[in-house]
């Protein structure tokens, strides 16, 4: 066995996939429904082809925990605002059981409003936020939502990192057909990717990062040791991501992505920042064929040439998946087989 | 006098400004409201310096109105939907007057549900976007916008053109200052830039634009001529115009902007489509101090060397507008005068 390849590729269930992680967060401290919660979006990634949010993510999970920056027994308390608006003080815990904890409610608030938000704070999201949003979509109501993370942008024209990659995701339904689904970091590229990109020893596009000195730098590792990231689409970018940081912060009550200090917590990765979900029933909508419409704007875009939507290649990853399991390197599900039971 | 440039300065009172463009839209066939809305955002346009939303504009509103392609006279009917939704059918007006006829209802339902959405369909809106939520900050509120309007950006990866310019306009309350107000098109320039750009004979940066055969130019005519825009920052921009045509046409039941059809409307130039805003409250946010975070948010980027904010231009063009007058050229202002006797 010994020169099997440490990219040798292996396939597990999605099922089996998910008990493995949520044994793996159990054993670190999270209490079950937290496990529930993280298992699930973890393997979702995995299962979809989205690594830099699949099982990568777990050692980071797994020393923050140990660090005790994160509570994994946290218990959200969710707090029902006006008719529109919920509040959940996720308590210092994660922000996707603080999501599942409020999610009933905020489903009832937009489908009697026509519109509601959730504004999460005091909670870590280390994941990938497309699953947040894409159930909304499957059950027929359009959502937006946006987190900020911990600095490592430069706003655009400025000289030092301050914004997170502070990701925007939507959702919409589309008839006959999957939900319309994008999630884009408002930097030039996910953490994830570069960190990934580091490991690999790959060098990035131009226009990406900078180092710790500002120069451009194509560089993934000196972006990572004491650079910086940069905006996608220069100031345009710069200011979405401003906005996200007004909305995921200031809007619920969390921290900017320069606000926390986890140096006395070494181990930990996951942002201790706010999280905010709009969510709106286009029931309400002139005409209430919402779903007919984004199907006729998706023929149009095929016609002028587009191959493959935004989010496409996930719901193809996923059918690949159901099929033949989820795939990942055996290193991989050998090392998480040894966390399961470190 | 014939030997004065056509590009010679003069200015001319806000009041006076505002005054003369209502004069022109009434002597085309506005009501008054309508012209009232329109001369207000026209003219604060001019007098904040974005000069490809000012009284550049003012031919081609006339052109429109006299091929009857917009109803000058439309009035809006409100539709007070469920607690956080408003839908306003503009009637074939312009959006502007639609917006004004719903927005105290819309600041009700926001300050009492916390969010509210105000979906516009069958409307024209053919001015900048950042007028229609700067009011709302204003009052303490956070506010986004989001127009679409006619076929010129090829979607990322497509070959044809298919989306609108569709911006995307955000506002929120700053403590101790002007509110922050961004307005930016997913294209990769504004169609005004492109069409100052090409009468000023003017070449434009890379990744703008392709021409008719879908070759990349750097000439503004030749994107104007048969040509189309490139979306802003690859296929994130190119998603985000997406979601703008989901919401503000399939979410209002406005037309997508290559829906509508005016070729038997020679002389129009006003997109027919929709127009959604979304009001929150953040009396209603955990701490309710949303004004003072905004302030810390901004001070920060300050620090890290941020010499500009975005939208920052606008507030201090005004601030010389109001002391010396609103800046146009002779010329301008000569032919604003004749359109409003002609």
């Known amino acids: 066995m010994s020169a099997r390849p440490d990219t040798a590729?292996?396939?597990?269930?999605?099922?089996?996939?998910?008990?493995?992680?949520?044994?793996?967060f159990v054993h670190n401290g999270t209490r079950d429904a937290v496990a529930a919660s993280l298992a699930y979006n973890c393997a979702?990634?995995?299962?979809?082809?989205?690594?830099?949010?699949?099982?990568?993510?777990?050692?980071?999970?797994?020393?923050?925990?140990?660090?005790?920056?994160?509570?994994?027994?946290?218990?959200?308390?969710?707090d029902d605002v006006a008719s529109g608006f919920v509040r959940v003080?996720?308590?210092?815990?994660?922000a996707q059981p603080a999501l599942a904890a409020a999610r009933e409610l905020l489903v009832k608030k937009a489908r009697s409003a026509g519109i509601a938000v959730l504004a999460i704070?005091?909670?870590?999201?280390?994941?990938?936020?497309?699953?947040?949003?894409?159930?909304?979509?499957?059950?027929g109501l359009v959502a937006l939502?946006?987190?900020?993370?911990?600095?490592?942008?430069?706003?655009?024209?400025?000289?030092?990192?301050?914004?997170?990659?502070?990701?925007?995701?939507?959702a919409a339904p589309c008839a006959e057909s999957d939900p319309i689904v994008f999630d884009m970091a408002t930097s030039a590229m996910a953490h994830g990717d570069v960190q990934i990109a580091a490991r690999k020893g790959e060098m990035l596009p131009d226009g990406i990062g900078v180092d710790s000195e500002g120069q451009p730098t194509r560089d993934p590792r000196?972006?990572?040791?004491?650079?910086?990231?940069?905006?996608?689409?220069?100031h345009k970018g710069s200011a979405l991501s401003m906005m996200v940081e007004l909305l995921a912060a200031a809007l619920t009550g969390g921290n900017f992505s320069f606000e926390f200090d986890w140096s006395q917590h070494p181990g930990a990765k996951t942002p201790w920042t706010g999280q905010?979900?709009?969510?709106?029933?286009?029931?309400?909508?002139?005409?209430?064929?919402?779903?007919?419409r984004s199907r006729q704007l998706v023929e149009q875009m095929h016609a002028v040439g587009l191959s493959r939507m935004p989010g496409e290649r996930r719901f193809r990853e996923r059918e690949v998946s159901d099929q033949e399991g989820v795939s990942l390197t055996v290193q991989e599900l050998e090392q998480l087989q040894a966390m399961a039971q470190a």
């Open 89 to 94: 003080d996720a308590g210092g815990g994660f």
């Open 222 to 234: 000196k972006i990572l040791d004491g650079g910086a990231l940069l905006p996608f689409g220069g």
């Open 9 to 24: 590729v292996t396939q597990i269930a999605f099922a089996d996939l998910q008990a493995l992680l949520h044994r793996i």
């Open 44 to 78: 979702s990634a995995q299962r979809d082809g989205a690594h830099s949010h699949g099982v990568f993510r777990i050692p980071g999970y797994v020393s923050t925990l140990a660090s005790g920056w994160v509570d994994g027994q946290a218990v959200p308390v969710v």
């Open 145 to 170: 939502s946006v987190v900020n993370s911990m600095t490592c942008v430069v706003p655009h024209g400025a000289r030092q990192p301050l914004f997170g990659t502070n990701p925007i995701a939507f």
């Open 121 to 139: 704070h005091n909670s870590h999201h280390f994941a990938a936020l497309w699953p947040d949003v894409e159930p909304f979509a499957e059950e």
């Open 276 to 292: 905010l979900i709009i969510v709106i029933d286009p029931a309400k909508a002139e005409g209430n064929h919402f779903a007919e």
